[in-house]
């Protein structure tokens, strides 16, 4: 219907273009306006490029690695900001999401751009409904496909009602899950990610403002297409919803790749004394996930203030929580991850890797506190796996994960 009514207009102002002018005018005009789609399109492609490469000096905990992508914060392509909405009543950016996702007809959940999403997102009560049964959100943030799919198929198998699956990939890939897939249509509409930029912050928050609609979610997971899970989905699940305080990775850092990155102009909202450092792999209780969308305050000065070698997402949701609500947070992840090996990439586990003994001792191998007890069941999740870890994986799981064979 839509398409009708845009095209008369359009045809009744072709005809007295025609009559107007000579033919070849409107053919310069036409050639024009291909050559430029060209070049918007063509710029897109390259603008999403830095999207492939790898993200792993973001985590580097030497002074000297530096992101492999030029930041692209300082052109300021991020879409979203809670300040910006505030300022422009809701009428800026507001057809990126859009045009991207229709033009691939991929299946996304809602077609809401960032605004009215957030809006929304940040209206939803805080507090659990203690008649509905309380769901986790698994957010994946991905670049394209989910090479471990098939061991969280095995995953969820038979725990319909208990958790929701977002995912959040770059606008320009095609889904190709099928439709019996526990991933099929959990798109959303989601935008390009320039690792080291704010943008890696929207992405996360986009995550966090959709799956924050659905309000049986109480506890918000964020995952990578490298993770897999620790233990069957009844045990991370209690674990997730027995606990009273979130997960969510925070510790002062006095090196350079910690306290160095603190950048003396955003005092006096946040002090040096504030500041905090940790993995983005979150896990959220829905109340302090409403709140973390809600801020307003200290976003704009990370996107402003937070450039390479400094990354939001190692500082920004660490020093927000522990300076509003700190006491909330357990300040550990519940990701595992390798940095024993050293240098700027963590560990990477591939088809060799996987053994009984292996993931036994992340399983098992720390000691931590939960819910004030100690426990040496600290991590549900574990990065980073290859896609050729997918068939031990699958191997050993039903034995060792108790997955329903
Ligand atoms: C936003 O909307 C309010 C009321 O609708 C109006 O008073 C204000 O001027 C608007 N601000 C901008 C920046 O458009
Ligand atoms: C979005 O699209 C609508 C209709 O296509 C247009 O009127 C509006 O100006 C666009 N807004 C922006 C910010 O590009
Ligand atoms: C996004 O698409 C929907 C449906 O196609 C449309 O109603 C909405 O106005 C669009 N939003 C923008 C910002 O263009
Ligand atoms: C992605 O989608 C486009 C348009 O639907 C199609 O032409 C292209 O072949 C697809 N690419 C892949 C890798 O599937
Ligand atoms: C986590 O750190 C905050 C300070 O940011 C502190 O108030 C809280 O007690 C810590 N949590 C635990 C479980 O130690
Ligand atoms: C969480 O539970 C432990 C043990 O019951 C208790 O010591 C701690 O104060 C609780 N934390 C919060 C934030 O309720
Ligand atoms: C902590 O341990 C004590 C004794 O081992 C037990 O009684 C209590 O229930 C435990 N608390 C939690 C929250 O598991
Ligand atoms: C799930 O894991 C828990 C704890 O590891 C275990 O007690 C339980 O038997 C497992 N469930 C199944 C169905 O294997």
Known sequence: MQGELEQRPLQSATKSFYSHLQINHFLYLLLFVIGLSLGVIASLCFQSFPFISSRDSLYSFSPSQEPETSSSSSSSSSSWSSTDLARTNGTKHSNDTNVSLKEQNVLIMH?????????????????????????????????????????????????????????????SFNDTMPESSVFYGRRIPSQPVYWGSITMIDAERRLLANALLDLSNQRFVLLSESCIPLFNFTAIYSYLINSNLSFLGSFDDPRSPGRGRYNPQMQ?????????????????????????????????????????????????????????????????????????????????????????EFLNRIRFGSKCLYNGNETSMCFLFARKFLPNALEPLLRVSPVLLGFDP
């Open 268 to 356: 006096p909202h946040i002090k040096l004394s504030d500041w905090r450092k940790g993995a983005q792999w979150f896990e959220l209780h829905r109340d302090l996930a409403v709140r973390v969308l809600s801020d307003r305050k200290f976003y704009p000065l990370f996107r402003d203030l937070c450039r390479p070698a400094c990354y939001s997402d190692e500082h920004y949701l660490p020093t927000l929580v522990n300076i509003l609500y700190g006491e909330s947070n357990a300040n550990r992840s519940v990701t595992w991850v390798d940095w024993s090996r050293g240098g700027p990439h963590p560990g990477r586990f591939g088809w060799g890797d996987v053994t009984d």
């Open 111 to 171: 077609d809401m751009n960032d605004e009215e999403l957030l809006r929304r997102a940040s209206m939803v009560p805080r507090v659990q409904d203690q008649h509905v049964r309380p769901k986790v959100a698994f957010m994946f943030l991905t670049k394209g496909p989910l090479p471990l799919a098939p061991l969280w198929e095995k995953f969820f198998q038979g725990h319909e009602g208990f958790y929701s699956i977002y995912v959040h990939s770059h606008p």
